[in-house]
């Protein structure tokens, strides 16, 4: 499985990012190798709006099915859910202690947005 990290650095030891839409990398990993690619988000950080949807529609044009971040707003939310992608959120730390609550069943499918749009 692939799974989209919004993170603020380029690696596994990376803290996850709160932000959908603003954040500053997402670090796609592969669930089965552990192997990762880091994915720049800079576009969208200072956009002043649409950010989420975009972010959403970069997210699934990098073949992820799932994310796990901090957050996520009602419109990228739609978006994630309408390309089949899973959306994990509330989780904290780092990366790596991210894929594992996931692979733990630690963290749950979320079923809505947890935010209102223009969360910074």
């Not at 997402?26 to 988000?41: C, E, I, R, Y």
């Not at 069943?105 to 935010?115: I, M, N, P, T």
Request: net charge neutral.
């Amino acid at each position: 499985m692939k799974i989209a990290i919004t993170c603020q650095g380029t690696t596994l030891d990376s803290l996850v990012d709160p932000r959908f839409g603003r954040a500053r990398y997402f670090l796609l990993v592969d669930t089965d190798t552990m192997q990762t690619t880091a994915h720049d988000n800079a576009q969208n950080l200072n956009a002043p709006q649409g950010a989420g949807i975009q972010a959403a529609q970069a997210v699934a044009r990098l073949g992820a099915d799932a994310v796990i971040t901090g957050h996520v707003g009602p419109k990228a939310f739609a978006t994630l859910r309408t390309a089949n992608i899973a959306v994990y959120t509330q989780a904290g730390g780092t990366v790596r202690e991210a894929i594992e609550q996931w692979k733990k069943g630690q963290l749950q499918a979320s079923q809505e947005a947890d935010v209102q749009g223009h969360w910074t």
